[in-house]
């Protein structure tokens, strides 16, 4: 899978950078979030590098669908019956790392709305 230049979670998925692996398969792979806000906080990422949701090519969106099973099979290995699943897009919305990626968070209640 090509890395993308200075892309942490790029250097991640290639093992340069150590990170708390939870699972992985051909085309994606899910961490433990360095700064949990949840009790289990785990990020899921496409290998091939996508800067975010917004700048995701449409022929690539069978992508989405595999990052949100992945998400169930965490979510499974982890015994979450409830989580929630969220992906920041943009600078605005808290996107912090522009490699796409979704949060799985567990373990607590949440609220509704999200601040
Ligand atoms: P976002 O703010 O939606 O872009 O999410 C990026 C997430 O990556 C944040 O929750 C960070 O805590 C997390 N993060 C940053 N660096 C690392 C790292 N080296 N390993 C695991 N998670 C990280």
Same mark, same amino acid.
């Given at each position: 899978?090509?890395?993308?230049?200075?892309?942490?979670?790029?250097?991640?998925?290639?093992?340069? $950078?150590? !990170?708390?692996? /939870?699972? *992985?398969?051909?085309?994606?792979?899910?961490? #433990?979030? +360095?700064?949990?806000?949840?009790? &289990?906080?785990?990020?899921?990422?496409?290998?091939?590098?996508?800067?975010?949701?917004?700048?995701?090519?449409?022929?690539?969106?069978?992508?989405?669908?595999?990052?949100? $099973?992945? !998400?169930?099979? /965490?979510? *499974?290995?982890?015994?979450?019956?409830?989580? #929630?699943? +969220?992906?920041?897009?943009?600078? &605005?919305?808290?996107?912090?790392?522009?490699?796409?990626?979704?949060?799985?968070?567990?373990?607590?209640?949440?609220?509704?709305?999200?601040?």
């Amino acid at each position: 899978m090509k890395e993308e230049k200075e892309c942490l979670f790029c250097a991640i998925a290639s093992g340069s $950078v150590k !990170a708390d692996i /939870v699972y *992985r398969d051909g085309e994606t792979l899910a961490f #433990r979030d +360095v700064d949990p806000k949840a009790p &289990d906080h785990v990020l899921i990422i496409p290998l091939k590098h996508i800067g975010s949701l917004g700048e995701m090519p449409d022929e690539d969106s069978p992508l989405m669908g595999k990052i949100i $099973v992945t !998400a169930k099979k /965490v979510a *499974r290995k982890l015994s979450l019956e409830s989580y #929630r699943l +969220v992906i920041n897009n943009g600078k &605005d919305a808290g996107q912090s790392v522009f490699h796409l990626h979704a949060h799985l968070l567990g373990g607590r209640l949440f609220g509704w709305p999200p601040g």
